[in-house]
């Protein structure tokens, strides 16, 4: 009888031990698992097999951690783990260990984490506001950085679509779409505060940004938690996803998909599949489902379960309680591992979940849970090792010793979890020796670090599409004050009549020259048209210089200065004893009553010579001429940059109506309907308008969006309180825009450990060639170093990263800018014709649209995105706008020569 018990005790203890022996983990399968897991990291850094890859390897545009001079006062949302946080963290300069925290925990009921997505992000909004209301800081406007604990294709550091939700997310309308659009949405639905979201950031980031501001060497983040992730530094060439070779990136790896390309069946048990086909994502985040808290309770009890089944616990009998999903939650697996527990405690808590157990039915319960988490440790262990053994290749060592900053309940309230992961990572990484931090104020902290990193002086050039859209609509009021006959006065933009009534049509012939002054060159050119075939065109041009002292002297000086040098080329083109027709492209804003008379209204951009304003420069242009004696010539146009921008590009494609100027100044023209222009008579037809859009913003209208590097531009400039639009965007203020920043910058201790040189603060010490040169992708910020070390602050890696993203910023704004007052201009053209599409060409010049290495492909993305409804040809002006001012040349003196009895010659010669 003894030995029949023994023998039926043997053997049901034989069934339990061979149970749990499906989650022993050999050292050989553990080192396996870590061969697996590499593979796929790689897999999922790599272009071509990323779509294919389980761990997706996300990059998160973090390019660096925390380095303790960080400063500023944040909003932070925390989404994702147990708890939904809302926090204001208060970071002190300069200073670590200076962070101050107030934090609210707000419930999300499950009907709203898997109701609709909107539901969801109006709850998260209701609860921002009642912490602000809590906090009293509903009008202060902060920067926010969103933890936001699910895989994320990042564009940007602020740009995120939700891959797939994980956990116990469910909420509809939300996979594939930006996060952070749909909080800004929400915002904007509750309509009663404002917030600037500055970075979405993944848990794991958060994690190692608040550890690496306590320990530099934490470049690894890891959450076991209700999910389970991890992050790293990894070095940008590995990155094939992004694009640029320097520096690093932080990657969040999602590890939790593992396996979801069956590449670790063998280890997975029958238990691992139930739990997995009970889930809210079957097949998904399978490591996850064996690693995390939210899966090993359940874990345990389909183990359970089946044990009673089988009559090996519970006296075999499977009552409700036992059947609940989610009764085991990790908080009563670790109490229940507990070593101080004693037996009869473990009893109590099995009982208090309504499990009747006896004494060895709790010490099976916990060999269980014993095994359960101890193969979730091992796993984690075998991934870490595969990640530090990644980090220490990279750097080509043969020693790495690095720190992981760690969160998560598991990882805290377990009471063998830790030590389990690192003795695996051990054993399994020899040559790698790696600390583990706690974190101890959560992900939100990180965050924060995240946004101050991004920096507060940033956020305020980011524009939404929404604001682009009310620029626009800004930008059209003015178009039409400007042409209104009764507003024109007041008008800001002043909308000029140019007198060039239509675009070349292909019949224009002749022999000109054209002069060219006003952008980055003072150039002049003869151009010949001929009419063999086909229409040919031939051009020689000659640049002069055109000194300070020059261009900042009398205008008799000036004008004796581009009679000489006109003087100069026509004897070298030995045309001396010729009067040819002059076309002049002047690129100021001139008031014209005739194509060939334009009163200067106001200089702009680098000149300033005396006694030209209000004067019509052909006179001043004529008398210099005169007083030579030499030569004659006979300026038949004065056109503005802008149109002979147009008319160059119309020579080529005769849709062209809008010329665009990107360049030392900025400006555009365009053609409008007479009819609408009620400070030339006449209503038939159409006549070029030159907007004069840098001086937008002129009276006010922009003041929201200005900063305060704006405002010091304008009071350091040749004409303050003028062309506010114009120095907001073109190539003669983005360097300095972008120097001041610095300055600011290093001053506060964000940059070049705050050492600013003398070279640095001299103005035009960095200019807008070094903007483009920093911002090209592949050698970027190998030129930002040299550049940098020209200014003589010995920058680091972090510092020509962090000037990267600084000219990134302000270039950017400047090309979203100029695609909101473009796209009033589209939009104005397409109702003009009164059609639901616009087909239509815009000539383009001017050197930073030219040079930018990023800016054309920004500008055209931008104003698709704002008008729609166009299909818009962006056609690079070729050879200036001399030849354009020739075109029009042509047409005026033939309608001079061969029509004198055309209606419209008075108006024209
Ligand atoms: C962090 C956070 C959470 C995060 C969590 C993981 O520090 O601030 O948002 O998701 O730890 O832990 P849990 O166990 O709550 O999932
Ligand atoms: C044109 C011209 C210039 C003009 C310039 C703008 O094609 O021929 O006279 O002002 O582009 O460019 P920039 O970058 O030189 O100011
Ligand atoms: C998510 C991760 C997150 C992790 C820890 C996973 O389910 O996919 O983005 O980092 O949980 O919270
Ligand atoms: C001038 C415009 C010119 C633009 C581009 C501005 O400063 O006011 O007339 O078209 O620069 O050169």
């Given at each position: 009888m003894v030995t029949a018990v023994a023998q039926r005790l043997a053997s049901q203890r034989k069934e339990i031990d061979d149970t749990l022996a499906t989650f022993t983990l050999s050292t050989t399968q553990l080192q396996e698992v870590k061969a697996k897991m590499r593979v796929e990291l790689e897999r999922g850094l790599k272009k071509d097999t990323h779509p294919t890859a389980s761990v997706k390897m996300l990059p998160t545009y973090v390019y660096r951690t925390p380095d303790g001079t960080e400063r500023g006062k944040y909003l932070a949302l925390d989404l994702g783990g147990t708890n939904f946080r809302v926090l204001v963290v208060k970071i002190r300069t300069g200073m670590r260990n200076s962070v101050r925290m107030y934090n609210k925990i707000y419930a999300i009921p499950l009907e709203i984490m898997q109701g609709t997505g909107e539901e969801l992000f109006d709850h998260i909004v209701q609860c921002i506001s009642d912490f602000l209301d809590y906090m009293g800081m509903k009008n202060t406007r902060l920067p926010l950085g969103f933890t936001f604990s699910f895989p994320c294709n990042q564009t940007g550091i602020d740009k995120g679509d939700l891959v797939s939700w994980t956990k116990g997310f469910k909420a509809t309308d939300c996979e594939g779409y930006d996060v952070v659009d749909m909080l800004r949405e929400a915002i904007k639905r509750r309509n009663e505060f404002d917030l600037d979201i500055v970075a979405i950031v993944n848990?794991?980031?958060?994690?190692?940004?608040?550890c690496a501001y306590e320990d530099p060497k934490c470049q690894i983040g890891l959450i076991a938690g209700t999910g389970s992730n991890v992050c790293y530094m990894e070095e940008m060439k590995n990155i094939e996803l992004v694009e640029g070779d320097e520096g690093q990136m932080c990657v969040n790896t999602e590890w939790g998909g593992f396996g979801?390309?069956?590449?670790?069946?063998?280890?997975?048990?029958r238990y691992d599949r139930e739990v997995d086909g009970g889930s809210l994502n079957p097949g998904k985040q399978r490591f996850e489902k064996m690693t995390s808290g939210m899966y090993l309770g359940e874990i345990v009890r389909q183990i359970l379960i089946d044990l009673t089944k089988r009559g090996l616990l519970f006296r075999g009998?499977?009552?409700?309680?036992?059947?609940?999903?989610?009764?085991?939650?990790?908080?009563?697996?670790?109490?229940?591992?507990?070593?101080?527990l004693a037996l009869l405690q473990v009893r109590s808590i099995l009982q208090s979940l309504g499990l009747d157990s006896t004494?060895?039915?709790?010490?099976?319960?916990?060999?269980?849970?014993?095994?359960?988490?101890?193969?979730?440790?091992?796993?984690c262990g075998a991934g870490m090792a595969a990640i530090v053994d990644k980090i220490r290749e990279n750097r080509g060592l043969d020693h790495l010793e690095i720190t992981v900053g760690v969160d998560g309940t598991l990882y805290k309230l377990h009471p063998h979890f830790s030590t389990i992961l690192k003795d695996t990572v051990r054993e399994l990484?020899?040559?790698?020796k790696v600390d583990f931090i706690l974190s101890e104020d959560g992900s939100g902290k990180g965050a924060a670090l995240i946004t101050a990193v991004i920096d507060k002086y940033l956020y305020a050039m980011r524009f939404s599409d929404e604001t682009l859209r009310d620029i626009m609509a800004r930008f059209r009021r003015e178009m039409e004050n400007g042409l209104g006959g009764d507003t024109n006065p007041t008008a800001t933009v002043k909308m000029l009549p140019t007198f060039v009534r239509s675009i070349p049509d292909g019949s224009e012939k002749g022999d000109f020259i054209a002069l060219d002054l006003g952008g980055s060159n003072f150039r002049i050119l003869r151009v010949k048209v001929s009419h063999e075939k086909k229409q040919t065109v031939q051009m020689e041009s000659q640049i002069y210089e055109t000194p300070e002292d020059i261009i900042h002297g009398s205008g008799s000086r000036l004008f004796d200065h581009v009679a000489e040098c006109l003087g100069d080329f026509m004897e070298k083109q030995k045309i001396k004893d010729k009067k040819l027709p002059v076309g002049f492209t002047f690129s100021f804003p001139c008031a014209h009553s005739k194509l060939d008379e334009a009163v200067l209204l106001t200089w702009t951009k680098r000149f300033k010579a005396s006694g030209v304003e209000g004067m019509d420069v052909v006179k001043l242009l004529n008398k210099a001429i005169k007083k030579r004696g030499d030569y004659d010539a006979d300026i038949m146009a004065v056109v503005n940059d802008t149109v002979g921008t147009m008319m160059t590009c119309g020579f080529d494609d005769q849709r062209c109506e809008v010329g665009i100027i990107i360049g030392t100044g900025t400006n555009a023209c365009y053609m409008e309907e007479l009819r609408h222009i009620d400070m030339v008579e006449g209503d038939e037809g159409r006549m070029c308008i030159n907007t004069e859009w840098g001086a937008f913003g002129d009276d006010g209208t922009l003041e929201d969006i200005r900063t305060e590097f704006d405002r010091e531009i304008d009071r350091g400039s040749l004409n303050p309180g003028k062309q506010l639009f114009e120095k907001m965007v073109s190539g003669m203020y983005m360097g300095e825009l972008v120097r001041l920043i610095l300055v600011k910058m290093a001053k506060e201790g964000l940059l070049f450990e705050g050492r600013i040189t003398p070279e640095l603060l001299t103005k035009g010490k960095f200019e807008t060639k070094h903007v483009s040169a920093i911002e090209k992708s592949k050698e970027g910020l190998t030129k930002a170093k040299e550049i940098l070390t020209r200014l003589g602050v010995e920058p680091s890696e972090d510092d020509c990263i962090a000037v990267q993203h600084v000219c990134a910023i302000v270039s950017f704004r400047s090309a979203n800018l100029i695609a909101a007052t473009l796209g009033a201009i589209l939009t104005r053209l397409k109702d003009n014709k009164n059609s639901p599409r616009l087909r239509t060409t815009v000539g383009i010049d001017g050197s930073l649209y030219k040079m930018h290495p990023q800016y054309s492909r920004r500008l055209h993305k931008t104003v698709r995105r704002l008008v729609p409804e166009s299909d818009v040809r962006f056609l690079l002006s070729e050879s200036g706008s001399g030849k354009g001012a020739a075109m029009v040349t042509a047409w005026a003196s033939r309608l001079c020569f061969h029509h004198p009895t055309n209606i419209n010659t008075e108006q024209m010669c």
């Open positions: 848990d794991t980031v958060g994690t190692m940004m608040t979801e390309n069956d590449n670790i069946e063998d280890i997975r048990t009998r499977i009552t409700e309680r036992l059947k609940t999903k989610g009764i085991f939650e990790t908080k009563f697996l670790s109490q229940i591992e507990s070593d101080r004494c060895d039915d709790s010490i099976i319960v916990k060999e269980v849970c014993g095994a359960v988490s101890r193969r979730a440790a091992q796993l990484a020899p040559n790698c």
